[in-house]
């Protein structure tokens, strides 16, 4: 495999989370993945683990449930969005918090975009709802998987010093 081949493919691996990702957002904006759907097979699994619910009770555990799953999973989006931008900058000697803060706010504003195409492709969808709160949300998972990945960046980044051994 020549250099440029091998380039090209170290490209498209460097993005393949990210594509994985919109992926898996593309496979839970079907009618598949609505509340009543979902809470058939979580409902089950509530009670398995915490014993019987109320109906009233479960309406509001599920809804919690699907907004986590809102927040948690475009947060896992943004990591993937900031895994490929990151690769895909060129470092320079003493930019590496540009990069990093570049690449967090290019993988904050790619999940936006994918967050609105979600929310507007469920508008045709029977059974689904299209909500600006879900953007919200899903804006704040991004916001929030961003900070912590801006937080412990540095402290990966840093190289150990190994210590002289004195016998």
């Not at 691996?13 to 957002?25: D, E, G, K, Q, S």
């Not at 496979?27 to 759907?37: D, I, L, V």
């Amino acid at each position: 495999m020549d250099y440029s081949s091998s380039l090209r493919l170290r490209r498209v691996l460097n993005w393949l989370p990210a594509i994985l990702a919109v992926v898996m957002i593309a496979c839970e904006s079907t009618a598949t993945m609505s509340a009543a759907n979902t809470s058939r097979w979580l409902l089950p699994i509530w009670v398995h683990l915490f014993g019987p619910i109320s109906a009233q009770a479960w309406n509001e555990v599920h809804h919690l449930i699907r907004k986590t799953g809102h927040f948690m999973g475009y947060g896992l989006v943004s990591i993937c969005f900031f895994h490929g931008w990151r690769s895909t900058f060129t470092v320079i000697r003493g930019q590496v918090w540009p990069l990093w803060r570049r690449s967090a706010f290019l993988a904050i504003a790619c999940t936006l975009l994918i967050a609105l195409a979600d929310e507007f492709h469920q508008s045709f969808l029977p059974g689904r709802t299209s909500s600006p709160i879900d953007v919200g949300i899903d804006l704040c998972g991004a916001i929030t998987a961003q900070l912590v990945v801006l937080t412990i960046m540095p402290l990966l980044a840093r190289k150990p010093v190994l210590e002289p051994v004195s016998v």
